[in-house]
Nanobody, 121 residues
Framework: QVQLVESGGGLVQAGGSLRLSCAAS????????MGWYRQAPGKQRELVAVKSSTGSQNYADSVKGRFTISRDNAGKTVYLQMNSLKPEDTGVYYC???????????????WGQGTQVTVSS
């Protein structure tokens, strides 16, 4: 099976930094897109940052200039460097991957379990 495992969440004061990581494993043929979404209490899940296998990146307006997404050379691990954190960044951060498994020719979405990020004021 495909598995996405996140790490790096925690509690940090406003203005601080955190680095999230997500490693994909399993019967993976290729990963087109990896990225991060977050969900704050009472709000819908929103895109934070994504990066494709071609290097294309997309950030939510609210995190541009503060967050940086990156992937390793194999494309199976994605990182999110979060600087200048704000209380409104608080939420559960979910790793997302759009990938093709070794058994099917079509791409599908996979999600990690989520990691809590709490920014105190």
């Amino acid at each position: 099976q495909v598995q996405l495992v996140e790490s790096g969440g925690g509690l940090v004061q406003a203005g601080g930094s955190l680095r999230l990581s997500c490693a994909a494993s399993g019967s993976i043929f290729s990963i087109n897109v990896m990225g991060w979404y977050r969900q704050a209490p009472g709000k819908q899940r929103e895109l934070v940052a994504v990066k494709s296998s071609t290097g294309s990146q997309n950030y939510a307006d609210s995190v541009k200039g503060r967050f940086t997404i990156s992937r390793d050379n194999a494309g199976k691990t994605v990182y999110l460097q979060m600087n200048s954190l704000k209380p409104e960044d608080t939420g559960v951060y979910y790793c997302n991957a759009v990938l093709r498994t070794k058994y099917y020719s079509y791409e599908a979405d996979y999600w990690g379990q989520g990691t809590q990020v709490t920014v105190s004021s």
